[in-house]
């Protein structure tokens, strides 16, 4: 069974750099697209990007001047830095796997809420 | 900038049966845009239904069915259960990109 468990600090200050890792378990990092979703407090969900077992990316536009989405595959796990933070980039940030055939959103972290703030 | 146009709110009897829609700001949506649906309850990570438009996830009660119909990603809910109660989201596949819809609120009452 595939799990995705997200880690990283639950505070940044404003200007600094979010920086957040998804652990892979269950199977190996290959054969899909690893991406990153948040969630605004009390508001819907926002795609941010992904990056595909052969290391290419995509990014959501409005985000795309400040994301980087990368791979570690030989500790099974993803990585992403949102740059230039504001109190807007408060949410709570999952990851998941997306099935490169099927594009389906089977797998998610549990999701991890990262406040920004001073 | 593309825009997903869900129903920001619906209300549906128990047993009764709802039908929610998911538009494309582009236009007509397509198998191409590989719509999933899912929902999310207070507290909760988001629950996958439905992906590639028409395909139920393993764990997916059959009572949940995605379809296409006029132009927009559909999901029909029959025979709602008061557990059914949540937001719905849709997400539509933009050739690299992807883009959630605003979410509906369905009230079971």
């Known amino acids: 069974q595939v799990q995705l468990q997200e880690s990283g600090p639950g505070l940044v200050k404003p200007s600094e750099t979010l920086s957040l890792t998804c652990i892979v378990s269950?199977?190996?990092?290959?054969?899909?697209?690893w991406t990153w979703i948040r969630q605004t407090p009390g508001k819907g969900l926002e795609w941010i990007g992904h990056i595909h077992y052969r290391e290419s990316t995509s990014y959501n536009p409005s985000l795309r001047s400040r994301v980087t989405i990368s791979l570690d595959t030989a500790k099974n796990q993803f990585s992403v830095q949102l740059t230039s933070v504001t109190a807007a980039d408060t949410a709570v940030y999952y990851c998941?796997?997306?099935?490169?055939?099927?594009?389906?959103?089977?797998?998610w972290g549990q999701g991890t809420l990262v406040t920004v703030s001073s | 900038q593309i825009v997903v146009t869900q129903e920001p709110s619906v209300t549906v009897s128990p047993g009764g049966t709802v039908t929610l829609t998911c538009a494309s700001s582009?236009?007509?949506?397509?198998?191409?845009?590989?719509p999933n649906w899912f929902h999310q309850k207070p507290g909760q990570a988001p629950m996958p239904l439905i992906f590639s438009m028409t395909y139920r996830h393993s764990w997916t009660p059959a009572r949940f069915s995605g379809s296409l119909l006029g132009g927009k990603a559909a999901l029909t809910l029959s025979g709602v259960q008061p557990e059914d109660e949540a937001v719905y989201y849709c997400?539509?596949?933009?050739?690299?990109?992807?883009?959630f819809g605003g979410g509906t609120k369905l009230t079971v009452l």
């Open positions: 998941a796997r997306v099935g490169g055939a099927t594009r389906d959103f089977a797998y």
């Open positions: 997400l539509l596949y933009y050739g690299g990109a992807w883009v």
């Open positions: 582009t236009g007509a949506v397509t198998s191409g845009n590989y």
């Open positions: 269950g199977g190996p990092i290959s054969n899909h697209y």
